[in-house]
C-alpha cells in the first residue's frame, strides 16, 4: 500500500481543531453534574454552568472556521509532501521506517484521514492513494493496534 501525506496548513487547523474540541469535552464533562444537580433541585440558574463548555464549543468552530493557517508561517521550510508505504507490516515515511507506529493516532473525516505520529501532523486526502485504498489503510491500521477514531 502506497499513499501521499500532506503536513500542512490543513493538518495544523485539524491539530488545533482537535485540542480545542477535548477541552470543551473536559469542561461540559466538569460542568454538567453541578447543572444537572441544580436542575433537580428546580434552581433555575442551572444553565449558568452550560455557557463554558457552549463557550468552548463555539471557540473550537470558530477558529476552525475563521482562521486561515498559512503555510508560510507555520511550516517554513519544511517539506510538506511525502510518502508512506506500507510492506511487510512495517510503514515507511520517505523511504524510511517508521521506528514509532504504536504512537500513531488516525482521526476519519468523510474526505480524508488526519494522522498524527508522535513527532508530526499529517492529512491523507481520499485521492492520494497511490496503491491500496483508505479502507485497506484503516483495517490495517486496526490490525496493528493503531487507533481509528472517527473525526466530528
Known amino acids: 500500500m502506497k499513499f501521499k501525506g500532506r503536513n500542512g496548513g ?4 485539524m491539530r488545533n481543531h482537535i485540542v480545542l474540541f477535548r477541552i470543551f469535552a473536559v469542561t461540559l464533562a466538569v460542568c ?4 444537572i444537580i441544580l436542575l433537580c433541585t428546580g434552581n433555575p440558574y442551572f444553565f449558568i454552568f452550560l455557557i463554558l463548555p457552549a463557550f ?10 475563521a482562521i486561515p ?3 508560510k508561517a507555520y511550516l517554513n521550510g519544511a517539506k510538506k509532501d ?5 510492506s511487510n507490516g512495517c510503514m515507511y515515511k520517505n523511504k524510511k521506517e517508521m521506528k514509532l507506529v504504536k504512537s500513531i493516532k488516525i482521526y476519519q473525516y468523510k474526505r480524508f484521514l488526519y494522522m498524527e505520529t508522535s513527532h508530526s ?8 492513494y497511490v496503491v491500496g485504498s483508505r479502507e485497506e489503510f484503516i483495517s490495517w491500521a486496526r490490525e496493528n493496534g493503531i ?5 466530528y
Open 10 to 13: 490543513m493538518a495544523v487547523e
Open 32 to 35: 454538567l453534574i453541578p447543572a
Open 56 to 65: 468552548f464549543l463555539v471557540l473550537s468552530f470558530a477558529v476552525l472556521l
Open 121 to 128: 501532523m499529517f492529512v491523507i486526502k481520499d485521492t492520494d
Open 82 to 86: 511525502h510518502t508512506f508505504e506500507i
Open 147 to 151: 487507533p481509528v477514531l472517527y473525526g
Open 69 to 71: 493557517y498559512d503555510e
